[in-house]
């Protein structure tokens, strides 16, 4: 289960190919169909460094925004620090 539309997903998948050349994991309250709205938390996994995680992140939020218009979404990059919410996404996210 998904709260996203096949557009929705489709535009995720397309521009986290682009910019980080992987489909992004969808977590959080998207996943779980009893509850309403909320933000799209996407992960992307991987070990970027900060330097090259930063500009991709920011050219993926804006394609995003261009794309599927005013959503809250909030795009965690993996690094190496292993924080709650990477472990977390990474265990609990599935692909858009």
Known sequence: ?????ATQKQVIREAGLRHFGIEPLLFGSRLNDSQRGGDIDLYIPGDWPAEEAVPRRMR????????????????VVGDRSQSSIQSHAQHTGRPV
């Not at 289960?1 to 539309?5: F, I, K, N, Q, S």
Request: charge should be positive.
């Open 1 to 5: 289960a998904m709260r996203l539309t």
């Open 60 to 75: 993926f939020c804006v394609e995003l925004r261009q794309r599927l218009g005013d959503q809250k979404i909030d795009v």
